[in-house]
């Protein structure tokens, strides 16, 4: 986002990302974080109800650096939801994890749409010399890419993010406590390659096909 304003873009476009990233903070995120949390509590396990992240309070889930990162690079996190799966009701416990990991890009991919069926609405049926309708359709424009972009990044089979936990339904256990060692110096990377650029490219390629398909499934409808 704000890299963008570096790189020559129109300060009109800028100033909207700007909006959608502080939306992003405040009510993508909170979503986010809120359906692992909910799918935790209804596979059995309450420890994120009893920490107060069974909400959609955005200040019991912002990482305030993850926040920034949306606002520079347009990719992020929340603080973890915590997890105890030996307190779900499934008998397999690592494919609950998997199922409660997935629920938050899942989240997000429905907000995506969402969005797109949206701007994909705006664009079909306005008049582009509208400015009301022009600011609507790159508001919803950019929140379907940050929540389509929240939703690549955080499937990175890598710790912290979801992706990781994901791999526990097919990781042996050794390997797995073997990765999260290295969690810490994993994360540094990652925010380094982020802000690099060097890992927003192939991120970005995957999001754009998404994107694509999910324009392709609006032009259809409207």
């Given amino acids: ?129 509208s400015i009301a309708a022009t600011a609507l359709f790159y508001f919803f424009y950019y929140c379907a890419m940050i929540n389509i972009n929240l939703a690549v990044f955080n499937l990175i089979p890598v710790p912290p993010l979801d992706g990781s936990r994901i791999l526990t339904a097919v990781l042996p256990d050794s390997a797995y406590y073997k990765l999260l060692q290295y969690e810490r110096y994993i994360t540094i990377v990652i925010l380094v390659l982020l802000i690099t650029g060097i890992l927003t490219k192939p991120l970005g390629f995957l999001s754009g096909v998404i994107s694509d398909w999910f324009e392709a499934l609006a032009n259809l409808i409207f």
């Fill in 1 to 129: 986002m704000l890299l963008d304003i570096i790189r020559g873009r129109d300060p009109v476009y800028i100033i909207i990302g700007v909006l959608v990233s502080a939306f992003a903070v405040f009510c993508i995120l909170p979503i986010h974080e809120f359906a692992h949390a909910f799918t935790a509590n209804k596979l059995g396990d309450d420890t994120a109800r009893l920490s107060g992240r069974l909400t959609l309070d955005p200040f019991a889930h912002i990482d305030w650096f993850g926040a920034l990162m949306i606002l520079i690079v347009g990719f992020g996190y929340a603080k973890p939801v915590p997890v105890n799966i030996h307190r779900t009701k499934m008998k397999n416990k690592k494919l609950a994890m998997a199922i409660i990991a997935v629920a938050g890009p899942v989240s997000n991919l429905i907000l995506g749409l969402i969005s797109t069926l949206v701007y994909v609405f705006i664009n079909n049926n306005f008049t582009a010399d």
